[in-house]
């Protein structure tokens, strides 16, 4: 289990492949960098469909938590410059013909990137910023209560055509008014999960069912044995139909 520590700040990761995939075939990528002023951290989502999807969420997490960015003007030398990249990497590969035809659509993959700041010497409370293209959410909770949630989507919006960042920057005019940012202060106890869309979906109707469900999930991420524990509840309420089956991602971060 990927594990982090800061100095004040503690992030452990969960992640799971489909039920019946290999865990080669997760599309899912994750990325957590502990920096002097606090960290940063991102979860992205390659499309299913998509050819390779899983390193180019690889790709867009890393380059966020090297160097963050927050508007379209932002990315869009960024994802160019990866789109190449990725274009590059998976040509040279020899490939059937209906996997060459997949190349030339390229990849494409949602995007939740966070950014939390340490409280400053004299103060009590810290900042954090999220950027959101897709349906990957931020849940900033303290005690029982969900403060805020980024992007704010009920669970019949999950998975409904989300937005994404693709390896063919010209495909990108969902983003055409930039993608939404949300800020927030936090202080020490508050919690932030961090998850891709069908564990999202699930905090979100645990948190608006009242019964504290997620507080289940959070418990896991304490466990000596969190991977063996989050893939038995993970399979379970896939079983029950609770849960989606589909590769699932969270980071949680607390003091």
Not at 18 to 23: A, E, F, P, R, T
Not at 26 to 48: F, K, N, P, Q, S
Not at 66 to 72: A, D, E, I, S, V
Not at 216 to 234: M, N, Q, T, V, Y
């Amino acid at each position: 289990m990927p594990e982090g520590r800061h100095h004040l700040l503690n992030t452990t990761i969960l992640k799971l492949e489909k039920d019946g995939n290999l865990s080669s075939q997760y599309e899912d990528a994750v990325a957590v960098r502990h920096i002097e002023t606090g960290l940063r951290l991102a979860v992205a989502d390659g499309v299913t469909d998509a050819i390779f999807a899983g390193a180019w969420a690889q790709m867009i997490v890393g380059r966020f938590v090297l160097r963050p960015f927050w508007t379209r003007a932002g990315m869009a030398y960024p994802m160019r410059a990866l789109g190449a990249q990725w274009r590059q990497k998976h040509a040279q590969m020899e490939l059937p013909w209906y996997a060459a035809r997949r190349m030339e659509q390229g990849a494409a993959a949602t995007l939740i990137g966070v950014r939390i700041s340490l409280p400053r010497p004299s103060g009590a409370t810290g900042t954090w910023r999220a950027i959101s293209i897709g349906d990957a959410c931020l849940f900033h909770l303290q005690g029982s209560n969900l403060l805020q949630m980024h992007p704010e989507l009920k669970p019949a919006e999950f998975g409904n055509n989300p937005a994404l960042i693709y390896t063919d920057v010209s495909r990108n005019q969902r983003l055409a008014h930039g993608p939404a940012v949300k800020e927030g202060s936090w202080q020490w106890g508050d919690i932030f999960m961090v998850a891709s869309d069908a564990l999202a979906r699930w905090i979100r109707l645990s948190i608006d069912g009242g019964q504290g469900e997620w507080r289940d999930l959070l418990a896991l991420a304490g466990k000596p044995d969190r991977e063996a524990a989050f893939r038995s509840w993970a399979r379970q309420e896939q079983g029950n139909g609770n849960l989606k089956n589909d590769d699932l991602t969270m980071v949680v971060c607390m003091k």
